[in-house]
């Protein structure tokens, strides 16, 4: 099969592949980081997956909600206790960008406040 070979597939591929199937960041999440096309990210998605013998959902078409990962062919999965400990430290990164938020609003009160 041929595959476009690109200054931004060679600099980007590793490190999306790894995001993706290890890390379980979404697509649109990793398009956004590196600015490239979500369409772009499918495809090398599932050239890695056609290439490593890992099944996807659908490899006609990825969507956000089933371009997943069935079964990882060398990976036994992630644990419940991992997930959860993911999860809150996905919360708590909220938490924080709330009140980092609320602190630069109440420093800005005050500095109009003041004479």
């Known amino acids: 099969m041929f595959k476009y070979r690109s200054e931004k597939r060679d600099k980007y591929y590793g490190l999306v592949t790894d995001m993706y199937f290890k890390e379980g960041v979404s697509i649109t ?8 096309p979500r369409a772009t990210i ?11 013998h890992i099944e996807m959902a659908s490899k006609k078409y990825c969507k956000k909600t089933d371009c997943k990962p069935v079964k990882a062919s060398n990976e036994g999965g992630t644990g419940s206790d991992e997930k959860a400990l993911l999860n809150e430290i996905k919360r708590l990164e909220r938490e924080l960008k709330r009140e980092r938020l609320r602190a630069d609003l109440n420093e800005e009160i005050i500095n109009v406040a003041e004479p």
């Open 42 to 52: 499918r495809r090398w998605l599932r050239n890695f997956a056609d290439e490593n």
């Open 29 to 36: 999440t990793i398009s956004k980081k590196i600015s490239t």
